[in-house]
């Protein structure tokens, strides 16, 4: 089973590129349950690895879809179907065994052929039609009509000649030939060409069976290597656009790809929840819980000195982001709220206000309308107008400043260009003096900073932290941090 | 592994014969599950909606398998002590106050401290056995000498504390209690372990990667149809027919909680009570509430009752 075993790497491979999580503990079950479900019935198989290597509804969509790919594989003709996989499937595995074994050793597949051809002049001796059998190790599979095992040996031999390398469309027809090689094509030819020297009416029938099995083989490995392609090339691709586009400037993204930042979005929050989420503190203090420090402290004869709390709480920062979103960064603030929005599950506190010149609230809006609408709204509400950053901050200290506490942490997002306006940088510095921290990402570089009507030289000493933030990766970085200071 | 019944495990019509004839009609991935979780000694995660027979499942095969079945009711707060085992303190205490009268004894002919203290540990941690050792469910279950199916329900209900406690009954099938040691299952009685979640927090991926995932889907109309003949025997074929065309296609509207299999089983029960033939409009309004549990879900389905009953009578 070492082969079959080696292709369920590969599936795994396959796998992980289609974004299912499979360990290798889960790769190792796999190959258990290969071992007890065996190969022969396709849809066992299907559910058994399923079970195994998928845990999610969305993983168990994905993993179909790779299984159906990976293993794709028609019936040669209708007539072989009487070779159609048996029940019994943990018997049938004995006689694979031998079969793999013999492929195996490609070296040695010539001379093997030789004796098998001579085992061929013999059969043709008995004139019964039907008994005449292939001799060649290919013949032979091909014409037991079990696709299983065909598949197998065609991944097998795929995996030789490393089909998954393939990178270009056009090499399809070079990897088509070697693996038709790699699966014994020589041994198959020979034996055609000398049933059809012999040319007898079994043997020609017999050639003819090989023939037709050949092109349809032919075909099949066509086909694979097609799918491979796609599954390799394509995933790897897809893989290789989505770290590209997390070190792409925001602001350069374009429009159709905005499904792809999406999904990255969505997929960085989804990691920073996960390692976020689970860490709690336990409360030193609150409501007693008499019944279980009771119970805790029977084993020191109930003497109460060991106390247990009722509520654990769970430590997540109060944030509040403002987005400038005038034209200039707008395009920013659109991904800044988007993750900020994906985070909302493990930061139930995020308050999100909007301006270029008036600041405004958008967090109800974000709760209420779907991305895409609160994003255009919150554009058409406080879009336009010229940047002042005086004006926001004096409307942060008449109505919001009296909700930031020693928890909260304030996110400005925004070039800092005030059209050489009144900075008012006083009231940036009394919102240092209240929150937790302050911090300021600034989409222009840092050499940037100063030149013409940028106030970040005013502003930067009334902030915790100043960054450049202009990738997703420096969003994610930004808001790892936040969750790590403030856990 | 070889516990009792086992030959009923052998393959997977095998299991699904057998589970036919305890009243549980179930998929070729359900039966399947329970063959890999046999064969694999791995435990078997059930995902799915409430109400389509992940608790059944385990407590099915406990039947099938005449094997005892331990329940696990997870919820927020359970602890080991609630989990594994506990000590009984109370018989502690009161062998301290034996002790304490039949010290005189014990020491007997003992001088000096250090020969007292000598004596006592000669004695052992008997406070620490495991005659004081009050058995919970999942040391229960490893010890259960025939094995058994341990069933963790709700375990998306527990704390993510509960969650890691469970990792190495699943993947090693033992238990370590700090005063006594390691408890293992005993070898070729390996409880078979089912967990079911309901999706209402993310199971860990440490816990996912040690058990088997098993999604259990609303059943289509051909096994529901199943499912509803072998639990309510007496209904006719027709009825059956229309009964789960309605439920089927209330599944596809946008409901806050949609229709389970439970509850096709119980309006099916109604219906019969109600010596009904055929479904009408009438009284599908009247016993819309067996299989809808919200207001706003009744009216909602209400507004398009007519149409939807039509086309299930059609159906038939």
């Given at each position: ?8 790497v ?24 290969l ?13 058994s ?22 293993f ?16 019994d ?49 290919l ?58 020297e ?64 999406q999904?990255i979005v ?96 958008v ?58 306006g ?13 929150a ?52 | ?41 791995k ?44 000590w ?49 469910p ?13 069933l963790?329900?709700e375990v998306?209900k ?21 005063e ?5 299952a005993?070898p ?45 025997p ?14 089927q ?8 909680k ?24 009438d ?15 009744v ?18």
């Amino acid at each position: 089973m070492t082969e079959m075993h080696d292709t369920l790497v590969e599936f795994v491979k396959v796998l992980r590129t289609a974004d299912v999580k499979v360990s290798p503990a889960e790769t190792l079950d796999a190959m258990e349950t290969l071992d007890i479900v065996g190969i022969e019935n396709r849809s066992l198989l299907k559910n058994s690895l399923s079970m195994v290597l998928s845990k999610t509804p969305e993983e168990k969509e994905a993993f179909n879809t790779s299984f159906d790919r990976f293993f794709a594989y028609n019936k040669f003709s209708s007539e072989n179907e009487a070779g159609e996989p048996g029940e019994d499937t943990n018997q049938d595995d004995g006689d694979f065994d031998p079969g793999s074994d013999g492929s195996d050793q490609q070296s040695g597949q010539g001379s093997g052929q030789g004796g098998g051809q001579g085992g061929g002049a013999e059969t043709s001796e008995e004139l019964d039609f039907d008994l005449l059998e292939a001799q060649s190790e290919l013949g032979k599979l091909l014409l037991s009509g079990d696709r299983m095992k065909v598949m197998v040996k065609m991944a097998e031999a795929g995996r030789q000649v490393e089909v998954n390398q393939i990178v270009v469309f056009t090499q399809k027809g070079l990897y088509t030939r070697k693996i038709m090689e790699a699966m014994g094509l020589k041994g198959l030819q020979d034996e055609v060409g000398e049933l059809q020297e012999e040319g007898g009416r079994p043997q020609m029938h017999l050639a003819g069976q090989l023939k037709a099995a050949r092109d349809y083989l032919r075909e099949q490995v066509r086909d694979h290597v097609e799918k491979q392609f796609l599954l390799h090339a394509d995933e790897s691709g897809k893989e290789l656009r989505e770290e590209l586009l997390k070190k792409v400037k925001l602001s350069n993204l374009e429009k159709r790809n905005f499904k792809d930042v999406q999904e990255i979005v969505f997929k960085m929050a989804k990691k920073l929840i996960s390692i976020h989420s689970k860490r709690r503190k336990t409360f030193k203090r609150g409501q007693l819980d008499v019944r279980k420090t009771l119970r805790s402290n029977m084993q020191y004869d109930g003497m109460l000195f060991d106390l247990k709390w009722k509520s654990q709480k769970v430590d997540r920062p109060k944030v509040m982001c403002i987005c400038d979103v005038s034209g200039s960064v707008s395009n920013y603030s659109r991904f800044l709220l988007m993750f900020l929005y994906s985070l909302s599950e493990i930061l139930p506190k995020v308050r999100s206000f909007a301006f270029s010149s008036d600041l405004g609230e958008v967090t109800r809006l974000f709760g209420q309308s779907k991305l895409e609408d609160a994003m255009a709204k919150t554009m058409r509400d406080y879009g336009n107008g010229s940047t002042d950053y005086g004006q926001m901050l004096a409307d942060f200290r008449s109505h919001i400043l009296k909700d930031v506490d020693s928890k909260t942490t304030v996110i400005i997002l925004g070039d800092a260009r005030n059209n050489y306006g009144d900075p008012k940088s006083e009231i940036l510095r009394e919102v240092y003096d209240k929150a937790q921290r302050v911090i300021w990402l600034n989409p222009e570089p840092k050499s940037s900073w100063t030149v013409g009507d940028a106030e970040m030289k005013k502003y930067a000493p009334c902030c915790h932290q100043t960054e450049v933030c202009n990738s997703l990766m420096h969003l994610e970085r930004v808001v790892a941090n936040l969750l790590r200071v403030a856990v | 592994m070889a516990i009792k019944n086992d030959d009923k495990l052998k393959d997977i019509e095998a299991i699904r014969g057998h589970f036919e004839s305890l009243g549980y009609i179930c998929s070729v991935e359900i039966a399947t599950a329970v063959f890999l979780a046999y064969h694999l000694e791995k435990p078997v995660l059930i995902e799915g909606p409430p109400g389509v027979g992940k608790t059944e499942l385990a407590k099915t095969t406990g039947e099938m398998l005449d094997l005892p079945c331990i329940r696990l009711q997870c919820y927020e707060g359970l602890d080991e002590s609630k989990a594994i085992y506990e000590w009984k303190y109370g018989k502690q205490l009161l062998y301290t106050q034996v002790l304490k009268e039949t010290l005189g004894e014990i020491l007997d002919g003992a001088t000096g401290l250090a020969e007292s203290v000598d004596k006592l540990h000669s004695f052992g941690d008997i406070f620490f056995s495991e005659e004081f050792l009050e058995p919970r469910p999942l040391l229960k279950a490893l010890k259960a000498e025939e094995s058994c199916v341990l069933l963790i329900d709700e375990v998306d209900k527990s704390d993510h504390e509960f969650e890691s406690l469970l990792l190495e009954m699943l993947s090693d099938y033992q238990l370590s209690i700090p005063e006594i040691g390691t408890v293992k299952a005993i070898p070729g009685k390996k409880p078979l372990v089912f967990l079911t979640s309901n999706n209402t927090r993310e199971i860990s991926d440490a816990l996912k990667r040690r058990c088997l995932h098993l999604y259990i889907p609303f059943p289509d109309a051909d096994l529901e149809r199943r499912i509803v003949r072998a639990r309510v025997p007496e209904i006719p074929p027709k009825l059956n027919q229309q009964l789960v065309a309605f439920i089927q296609e209330l599944r596809e509207m946008d409901l806050k909680k949609v229709p389970a299999i439970s509850e096709t089983i119980d309006w099916a029960r109604t219906l019969i009570l109600l010596h009904t033939e055929s479904l009408d409009p009438d009284l599908v309004r009247q016993t819309l509430n067996v299989i809808l549990k919200f207001q706003e879900d009744v009216e909602t389905v209400q507004s398009e009752l007519q149409g939807v009953t039509n086309r299930a009578l059609k159906a038939s």
